[in-house]
């Protein structure tokens, strides 16, 4: 799925709109089930609902290779006993089947873990795909296809403390008493995904809150999907390849062109709404234009597999900070926009390798206004 196709699913997240069926499970610390939740919509405050929805979106918001990931299903999980086989099922039974309702709440709990209350948050919504016209304008009369899915969301749940809160109608402080309140989710997923605006049973869209907390047991072990490498990793991964690959070839010139042509692709790609995958192929490519020795690459698929994985993927916007360009020593840190990069050069005097850096009017040192020197 690309930022558009989560664009469209999210909006659709609200109440009085696509969703037919809401379903939970609250869990306590022991992973014990305290509740399964049977909410009927038509019974629902609309603020509740507004409540659930506003969790719910929070599974489809965030960046794509950081928050969002989309996975494929191996093909042994699409045999019977698989577990996109499970998905299939409980999406095909719009929630109404309590016994595959239960059979998947009992494995989130056995698979999630939490050493906190938490509440497993699950919809059924059916969106009629709009068609698009020429002018790629959505027609709302006219749709060709059907969206049914699922979406996923583990809470935790937290004590509020107790304090003085302000009541709006008694006008007034009022105590309140410790509740225990639903967090936002910390993991979550979206089955089918939406890829060319059709439902895609063989992939799902998987969302963890933060990097170092990915709960990839949910990923693996209940969804039976392999998360990509984690985006510091996947930096430091970089890293080593430029610096081993480069050699004696790993220069001021070498590196600035390196993350200058990074910055290139994904300013390429940049309206295609997808994070641009660098290839095997395509980092050998970049190596070479900008410095590798010949002679050192010839062994550089064998060196990517090993350390990244054979035909797995970095993410150029992981490798990179595209907003600047960072030199840095023990003793000095300088940071650069990174289309001003080309401003930084470097030059030989007296044997010694220095960086140089125009002196502007506008440069200032510590708050103070420098003016340019010129020869008279």
């Known amino acids: 799925m690309d930022k558009k196709a989560i664009s ?30 049977h909410d009927s919509l038509a019974s629902m405050e609309k603020e509740s609902l507004e409540k659930y929805c506003e ?28 577990r996109q086989q499970a998905l299939y099922k ?4 719009g929630l109404r089947d309590d016994g595959v309702l239960t059979e998947f709440f009992e494995s989130v709990v056995k698979h999630f873990h939490s050493e906190s209350k938490y509440l497993i948050l699950l919809i059924h919504g059916v969106y009629d795909i709009p068609s698009k016209g020429t002018d790629n304008a959505e027609m709302e009369d006219a749709s060709d296809y059907v969206y049914p899915f699922l979406l996923c969301c583990i809470c935790p749940v937290i004590l509020m403390k107790e304090g003085l809160c302000y009541d709006e ?29 059709m439902p895609d049973i063989h992939s799902l869209l998987y969302y963890c809150r933060k990097q170092d907390e990915r709960h990839e047991e949910i990923s693996s072990d209940l969804l039976g ?11 430091e991964l970089f890293k080593s390849m430029v610096e081993q690959t480069l050699g004696r070839g790993c220069n001021f010139e070498n590196v600035k062109n390196l993350n200058d042509a990074v910055n290139e692709l994904i300013e390429q790609n940049k309206d295609s709404g997808e994070p641009v995958q660098i290839e095997k192929a395509e980092m050998r490519r970049l190596l070479s234009e900008n410095g590798a020795d010949q002679s050192v690459l010839s062994d550089f698929d064998a060196a990517y597999d090993e350390a990244v994985g054979e035909g797995v993927p970095l993410m150029a916007e992981n490798l990179i900070d595209t907003s600047k360009l960072e030199v ?25 390798e220095y960086l140089l850096i125009p002196v502007t009017d506008e440069l200032e040192v510590n708050g103070i206004r420098i003016l340019q020197t010129r020869n008279h």
Do not use: H
């Open 225 to 235: 999907c392999v998360l990509p490498i984690p985006e510091a990793d996947q930096k």
């Open 55 to 82: 969790i719910l979106r929070s599974a489809l918001s965030g960046k794509l290779g950081r928050n969002l990931f989309n996975m494929e299903f191996p093909i042994s999980e699409e045999m019977d006993g698989g």
């Open 328 to 352: 840095k020593s023990p003793s000095l840190k300088i940071s650069v926009k990174a289309e001003m990069a080309d401003m930084l050069k470097t030059r030989v005097i007296d044997g010694m």
């Open 169 to 197: 109608e008694a006008c007034t402080f009022l105590d309140r008493r410790m509740d225990w309140a639903v967090q936002k989710p910390v993991s979550g997923f979206l089955f089918p995904a939406f890829n060319d605006r």
């Open 8 to 37: 469209e699913i999210r909006k659709l997240i609200k109440p009085d709109s696509c969703i037919d069926r809401i379903r939970g499970c609250y869990v306590n610390e022991e992973g014990k089930v305290i509740q399964e939740l």
């Open 90 to 93: 409980l999406q095909q039974s």
